[in-house]
């Protein structure tokens, strides 16, 4: 089967672009909050380092799933996580309870789940990047490294894949 470029796109359901406006308003709130801080260096650094954790994660945010020839790529804003197509062993569809409980190290909500999660009853680490909780995908490749994620026809990537 002869396949071109297709692109997968993200789209947010409406309690993920809830969770994202209430945690950008707390953002606000706490940035507001830091003008407060009578100590101009305490101020600074705060400062800076809140923007520069929110700077990363929104430089973070998946975009768009793109299936080629030869690979299956990822892209978020400024990041691209290409899996050969060669390399991938598996693909398959799961729920949210499957990978219940979670340790997370990225982003809960805030435009997405993205970031690397543990899995603190199988013991190993996941590379997320959902949208939303529905219609998850597990991607596993050769090297055994294992990356969920979500779109909104799974049938759909795994027939092009």
């Not at 799961?94 to 199988?122: C, D, H, M, V, W």
Request: with cysteine; aromatic share 12%.
């Amino acid at each position: 089967m002869d396949i071109k470029n297709i692109d997968i796109r993200y789209a947010l359901d409406r309690p993920t672009r809830r969770l994202s406006l209430m945690i950008s308003v707390v953002l606000a709130l706490i940035f507001a909050a830091m003008w407060f801080i009578p100590d101009a260096y305490m101020r600074a650094w705060s400062i800076g380092m809140l923007l520069a954790i929110v700077l990363l994660y929104i430089l973070s945010i998946p975009r768009f799933i793109r299936i080629t020839p030869d690979a299956l790529e990822i892209h978020c804003v400024v990041e691209l996580t290409r899996i050969p197509r060669e390399d991938i062993r598996s693909i398959t569809s799961i729920t949210r309870q499957e990978i219940k409980p979670l340790l997370l190290l990225g982003s809960y909500g805030f435009f997405g789940y993205y970031g690397y999660f543990a899995s603190l009853n199988r013991w190993q680490t996941l590379k997320i990047y959902a949208s939303n909780w529905q219609n998850l995908l597990l991607i596993e490749d050769i090297y055994e490294t294992k990356y969920i994620v979500s779109c909104q026809n799974p049938s759909q990537l795994i027939s092009l894949v």
